[in-house]
């Protein structure tokens, strides 16, 4: 229910980003289902906040800068991954 109510306010493409790209951003680094939830979480929100304040400060869409912050977040923690695997 919440999802179709938010899929009608915000946008498939904000809702779908949400639940995707932070699960797929914990799941580079968290080691546990504990972690990923908790780090889910957090990214959610960050990815959230940075997307409004990106999209206040440059005048764009608040879905679109926190899609794109979302997929430059998921691409750090990538690199980062690799980095500290050698």
Do not use: C, E, H, R
Request: charged share 10%.
């Amino acid at each position: 229910i919440t999802i179709a109510l938010s899929v009608k306010i915000i946008g498939a493409l904000m809702v779908t980003s949400l639940i995707v790209l932070p699960v797929a951003t914990a799941l580079i680094v968290a080691k546990s289902y504990k972690q990923t939830f908790f780090i889910t979480t957090i990214l959610g929100v960050i990815y959230m906040m940075v997307g409004i304040i990106v999209s206040y400060n440059f005048d764009i869409k608040p879905g679109g800068a926190i899609v794109v912050n979302a997929l430059i977040g998921m691409a750090v923690f990538a690199i980062y991954k690799k980095i500290v695997k050698k």
